[in-house]
């Protein structure tokens, strides 16, 4: 079955004058159980894609359906029973002023459907596995470390008991220690309760880690798309393997890799013609500038290129 469906999803922006085309004919369908890594640079349209999914955001075009269903045709309590996202900064998603056992039980209370004592029950239930004790409860968010409020966001995001789980970077803002307890976390959340996950992160590292399948996105397209295993070993696409030559190793005196892309980014307000990644490209031919590549099919998924 499929948990997540976009077809032809696109989202623009007005800034002033300019339209930025943050996400542009995406389709993309992950499998229950799956996990989906979206990859790309800052701006590419990753965050924005989340909000597409979660129906934070509306779509210009095109249609998103979850576990079957039509995001349109869900209200908002039936949608977040069926899908919670999991932000990047768990300090700026969570309430300064609330204690965490009325953070993780906030999404049980707005059901309204759930006596206060099921309520208590199924919070102290959720802290105790997301790895958080009971007098946790008590507490501020200022009150606890990074990765204890990250596990907070989880918690309140899997109260419901979702299916999904959209992930908007959500290791980033932590210590390199606690970003892999949260990783095995989220693993062990997956396998234990049959979650589908959305995982959205520059981290290419954390991405193979995690991530079944991986889509890679360029100025709000999915360029290329793959298992994760064919995707890390042999990417086809010019923009793939230059992010994957640009992770740094830790390997004293190679200093920062070359990818060959560039100092000018790509303005998602001024797209160029063509293969929107040839102005950038290190192989391009002249035919990039003016033909649009279509998608070539692969086994399990594809990739946007006419050199590919």
Known sequence: MIAIEVRNARKTFKAGKRTVVAVDDVSLSVPEGGVMGIVGESGCGKSTLARLVLGLLPADSGDIAIDGQRLADLDRKARARLIQPVFQDPFASLNPLARVRDIVAMPLVAQGRFGKADITKTVQEMLARVGLGKEMGGRLPSELSGGQRQRVAIARALVLRPRIVVCDEPTSALDVSVQAQILNLL????????????????????????ASEVAVMYLGRLVEREPTE????????PYTKALLASVLTPEPGLGV?????????????????????HPRCPIAEPRCATTTPPLKPRPNGGVECLLA
């Open 187 to 210: 693993a062990e959340l997956r396998r234990d309760l049959g979650l589908t996950y959305l995982f959205i992160s520059h981290n290419l590292a954390v991405v193979e880690h995690v």
């Open 230 to 237: 064919t995707l890390f070993a042999a990417p086809e696409h």
């Open 257 to 277: 890799p070359d990818v060959g892309l560039g100092d000018t980014l790509p303005d998602p307000a001024n797209i160029p013609p063509g293969c929107r990644f």
